[in-house]
């Protein structure tokens, strides 16, 4: 490598964490913040406990889960390395020896390689310059191989590591059967070890006398896992490579290949599979991208049309809530049954309902479920409008419908609507997913392989191996673990962005790419998409329900009455006209056309609802383009003429009839027996049963009846809209800190900065020698309050809040009057008031 290909190495290197991030400038310190939003809970008070925080396993763990493919790489790759490494060496094991890769491939490792150690850089994984670079702690002990736990380079300890507590005999004797001269001492012994297993020309010297047999057991360590067992008395091949340190015994019957040997057999490679670039998202089929427009739109408008018909089928009240929470089984496939869909297809649906917050539960004692006002006011909106608002709520929410029927942590069901369903990185994925389509060319399709195969290298699995021995243990991801969960919701956001209509024909759409803001495919390079805010949210559902609303169908005032009692609506039909037509009709098939069918019962329900049989033929002559059919003009009047021929009122109920023969038809049927009726006069009949179960009961026996209230009019029955109380939407659910936004992360940074200059400004030597904070008395602290008032000097004073927490401060007084000191305080960056009686003690910073 070049030395104009390396990175700019720094004369100075820090000692420490916290001086590498004390060089930093606010850009890069806010980059980190960024990038670690976790170290801001809560703001450290300096650039140490920044420093300390950043080193906490549990930091570290979080901030290595989010590394790239590479960058994972290049960590665990610095983790077999010597403490401090310097660039050379990193390059060294990442790339292997001269000769190792391919010209092309070692240039774009070296690319890739300087971009890797800035993130780990920027993410404070890794610090130091150039020529001594360093992994934090907490990371080297959880990247570097262990007994324990293998490594994810598939290396073992080094030659130092494993003869620790070795007999210097038995140190002498590997020296002298490697060919060495004897040394005094076991340290000399294993240093000339190393510097032979390290020499690339001895060592192949060496291995060249192996046995075939030795060579192949080296084959077989070489990539990992590196221990092997071997009985009290090994083999010759097995004696071969023990005589010369190339095994190492670990544990009794446990022998290693030690790193250095290793590396050799490896070209000097610390992973056998390197992946410095990202794959590529391949195209699976490409379509014009109007074809793509139009069905997106199409599926949108089935959206809305599910969702609606899902809401009216609740309207009057929906399924109870489970002791639990959410939906039974058995109401979920009532529901599917009603939408005619599959039972995840309508779990996908009523989570939609949810998230867009246009059902809830009622609070009830009998608890149901159903639509929320705000239901109301969604209907009223222009059709893309609403889209908009279930787009934006699928792609923000943390509810997960897929996992709904699998199992919990505990076994237990998960049901609809019910609890445990949030998983927090499933909007980022979804977000991911959609940014991942734009690389693609307008109106293509990805292949589902080569999409998971990207997420996986932007975030890989948790405790994968990149060594890719053969034989290794498996650690492929199993259904519970974070990269198949990840996996499984990219898998459901292709599926659900196809039923919402943001991708058509598997290809993302206009309003699809609209639907993401500002994202393009410069965004697509990032691992994970930015989380914008609610603003930002609502303008880009904004443009993408004006790029929608021309592809959308106008709704139709019309539908084609036909001579076999159906009508057929050519498309959306306008509100008044859908809501009056499905209670005069029943619908027979959905499609690019409704299919409405009447029946004696849906015009019976048509006079229920207070309609006149005129008032139904001027409704068809009014909204119909042919001509209203005799058959049909023949069921309206037919149903009418015997529409309330039969009065049913309360006695518990009676019949009451001006006919007497219908009265005797009624007694004499043998169905009639279970409602228990008697006469009371000639015209009325009473009965035991509920007005109700009366009316239900005649009507079975294929009379018309109509219910009357006390007074003797005929009662109207309407559906009654069952409303929740007003709910708001579900928050997402978050795993972690919320990601902060710009003017957080400018204002933490100033108050690290000023606790920072605070805790490390220097200081006259006070006569309290190991005591934190500075002591003198109160006539003392005064008069160095008011010297400082007049010459305009910053002080250090020790200070005790009404907690009783101590904590040293660096102030320039500014005025001292009443008992108090107003001064600026640099630790906090503004003017604070303190009372006197509070500081412990005042001294003078030093001159420099």
């Known amino acids: 490598m070049s030395t104009d290909e390396q990175p700019q190495r720094p004369a100075d290197s820090p000692r420490s964490l916290a001086e ?86 070692s240039r774009a490792v070296t690319a890739a390689l300087a971009a890797a150690l800035a993130t780990l850089r920027e993410q404070a994984v890794v610090w130091g310059s150039d020529d001594r670079l360093r992994l934090v702690r907490t990371a080297r002990e959880l990247l570097a191989p262990a007994p324990q736990y293998p490594s994810p380079t598939g290396l073992g300890p080094t030659v130092a590591e494993a003869t620790a507590g070795m007999s210097p005999n038995r140190m002498q004797d590997i020296v002298a059967a490697a060919g060495l001269p004897s040394t005094h001492d076991a340290v000399s012994a294993v240093r000339s070890l190393t510097e032979l297993f390290t020499d690339r020309t001895r060592m192949s010297a060496l291995l060249d006398e192996a046995p075939a047999e030795s060579v192949e057991v080296l084959s077989r360590l070489v990539w990992g896992p590196p221990y092997g067992q071997v009985t009290a008395d090994p083999a010759r091949h097995l004696r071969w490579l023990l005589d010369r340190g190339l095994l190492l015994p670990t544990a009794p019957g446990t022998v290693v290949l030690p790193r250095e040997a290793a590396l050799h057999l490896r070209a000097g490679r ?22 793509v427009d ?18 009216k089928d609740w309207d009057e009240g929906g399924p109870t809530v489970l002791r639990a929470g959410g939906l039974s089984v058995r109401d979920l496939k009532r529901t599917a049954v009603a939408l005619d869909v599959p039972e995840p297809v309508a779990a996908f649906w009523v989570e939609l309902a949810y998230a867009a917050g246009l059902v809830a539960s009622d609070g009830e004692a ?51 609507l019910g ?8 909007p980022e994925i979804r977000r991911r997913v959609l940014t991942l389509l734009t690389t693609l060319p307008d109106g293509a399709s990805p292949t589902p392989e080569s999409m998971l195969a990207r997420l996986r290298w932007e975030r890989p699995p948790r405790g994968s191996t990149s060594s890719g021995t053969p034989g290794a243990p498996s650690t492929s991801p199993g259904p519970n673990t974070p990269m198949e969960l990840r996996a499984r919701i990219a898998q459901w956001t292709l599926n659900e962005a196809e039923l919402l209509g943001v991708t058509g024909r598997g290809a993302l759409s206009a309003h699809g790419r609209a639907l993401l803001g500002s994202e393009s495919e410069d965004d697509a390079a990032g691992a994970a ?45 306008e509100r008044p006209l859908a809501e009056t037509l499905s209670v005069l009709a029943d619908v027979e098939s959905k499609g690019g056309a409704t299919v409405y069918r009447f029946t004696p019962g849906s015009v019976r329900r048509a006079l229920d609802a207070g309609k006149a049989a005129s008032d139904l033929h001027a409704f068809l002559a009014a909204h119909s383009r042919t001509p209203v059919p ?33 009265l005797n038809e009624i007694l004499a049927d043998k169905r009639s027996q279970g409602l228990r009726l008697r006469r009371l006069a000639p015209t009325v009949l009473a009965a035991q049963a509920d007005p109700g179960a009366l009316l239900e009961g005649l009507r079975g026996m294929g009379f018309a009846p109509a219910a009357e209230s006390a007074e003797g ?16 939407r579900p928050e997402p659910v978050h795993d972690g800190p919320p990601l902060p936004d710009t003017t957080l992360i400018g204002t933490a940074v100033r108050a690290i900065r000023a606790g920072d200059l605070a805790s490390t400004a220097p200081r006259k030597a006070t006569p309290e020698k190991g005591d934190a904070l500075p002591r003198t008395t109160a006539a003392e602290t005064l008069a160095t309050m008011q010297a400082a008032v007049l010459t305009g000097e910053a002080v250090w004073i020790g200070y005790v809040n009404a907690e009783g927490s101590a904590s040293q401060r660096v102030i320039a007084p500014i005025r001292v009057e009443g008992g108090f000191v107003t001064a600026y305080d640099h630790t906090a960056d503004e003017v604070k008031t303190y009372p006197l009686h509070r500081v412990t003690g005042v001294a003078e910073l030093a001159d420099d």
Not at 294 to 311: G, I, N, P, R, W
């Open 20 to 105: 590498a991030l004390r060089s930093r400038d606010d850009a890069s310190l806010g980059a980190l913040l960024h990038a670690r939003p976790d170290l801001l809970t809560p703001v450290p008070n300096d650039l140490t406990q920044l420093a300390t925080r950043a080193a906490t396993r549990a930091s570290v763990v979080r901030a290595l889960e989010r590394l790239d493919r590479f960058a994972q790489q290049v960590a665990e790759a610095l983790a077999v390395a010597p403490e401090p490494a310097t660039y050379e060496e990193l390059h060294a094991l990442v790339a292997g020896d001269e000769g190792a890769v391919e010209a092309e491939e």
């Open 270 to 291: 610390a992973h056998r599979v390197l992946e410095p670039a990202p794959p590529a998202v391949e195209p699976l089929r490409e379509h014009r991208p109007q074809a």
């Open 294 to 311: 139009a069905a997106a739109a199409s599926q949108a408008y089935m959206a809305l049309d599910t969702v609606e018909e899902l809401l």
């Open 366 to 416: 009998d608890e149901r479920y159903a639509a929320t006002p705000a239901y109301d006011d969604w209907q009223e909106r222009p059709a893309a409008e609403r889209w908009s608002v279930l787009a934006t709520a699928w792609l923000t929410a943390t509810r997960t419908a897929g996992l709904i029927g699998g199992r919990d942590g505990k076994d237990r069901t998960l049901s609809a």
């Open 419 to 426: 609890p445990h369903l949030d998983r927090s990185s499933a």
């Open 529 to 573: 998409a930015p989380h914008p805010s609610p603003a930002e949210l609502a303008a880009s559902g904004a443009r993408a329900a004006r790029l929608l609303a021309p592809l959308l169908p106008e709704p139709l005032d019309h539908v084609l009455l036909q001579a076999d009692l159906t009508a057929v609506a050519p498309g959306p039909l």
């Open 630 to 662: 005799q058959p049909l003009a023949y069921l309206i009047d037919d149903v009418a003429r015997k529409h309330g021929h039969l009065r049913i009122g309360a006695a518990s109920a009676y019949v009451r009839c001006d006919d007497e023969a219908l």
């Open 713 to 728: 009019d005929v009662l109207i029955t309407r559906a009654h809209a069952h409303r929740s109380p007003p709910r708001a």
